[in-house]
């Protein structure tokens, strides 16, 4: 087994850690918040915009049976990158199109995986790249929202659109 680690924000990470807890050979999804200045932030402190943190998700991943490609695909499948800091009506800069790479490898492959992407939209990319610095694991409440609250109506009309797509994506993959 080959496991790596990769740091992606699309949004909000209830939608996210819901998304890539689909993916076979993903180990692990653990909802954070990366990319800003603040030390261990809350979910407060991140939702005031003043850390410049954003919502993600730490992937633990097997590369062997979910390659980094894979992860890519479900990641920009799950939310538009084209849109500066905002998910439908989730505003801000800790809602911002991210992905915080821990290999030069990965950056490669999220360079490569992004000009691909692009072919896709009218509008540029504008998912932010950059290496990880640190990654604070959010609040337990937050940890498996989705599934904790399936009846929710953020989760129903938000996460499980997002979710089914990426089934769809999954299906068509296998």
């Known amino acids: 087994m080959k496991t790596e680690t990769i740091i992606l924000g699309g949004g909000c990470f209830w939608c996210m850690e819901a998304v890539f807890s689909l993916l076979k050979?993903?180990?692990?999804?653990?909802?954070?918040?990366?990319?800003?200045?603040?030390?261990?932030?809350?979910?407060?402190?991140?939702?005031?915009?003043?850390?410049?943190?954003?919502?993600?998700?730490?992937?633990?991943?097997?590369?062997?049976?979910?390659?980094?490609?894979?992860?890519?695909?479900?990641?920009?499948?799950?939310?538009?990158?084209?849109t500066m800091n905002q998910q439908g009506n989730d505003v801000g800069t800790q809602y911002r199109s991210i992905i915080l790479f821990t290999t030069e490898q990965q950056k490669k492959e999220i360079e490569e995986a992004i000009k691909k992407v692009q072919k896709k939209y009218e509008?540029?990319?504008?998912?932010?790249?950059?290496?990880?610095?640190?990654?604070?694991?959010?609040?337990?409440?937050?940890?498996?929202?989705?599934?904790?609250?399936?009846?929710?109506?953020?989760?129903?009309?938000v996460i499980a659109p997002k979710v089914e797509k990426v089934k769809r994506l999954i299906a068509s993959d296998e």
């Open 25 to 82: 050979g993903v180990l692990s999804v653990t909802p954070g918040y990366a990319g800003g200045t603040t030390t261990n932030p809350t979910y407060e402190d991140v939702c005031s915009g003043t850390t410049n943190h954003a919502e993600v998700v730490k992937v633990g991943y097997d590369r062997e049976k979910t390659p980094l490609d894979k992860v890519l695909s479900a990641f920009f499948s799950s939310h538009d990158p084209t």
């Open 123 to 157: 509008k540029p990319i504008v998912t932010e790249v950059k290496e990880l610095d640190c990654f604070y694991p959010a609040e337990e409440e937050h940890h498996r929202y989705f599934e904790k609250n399936p009846r929710q109506a953020y989760c129903r009309l």
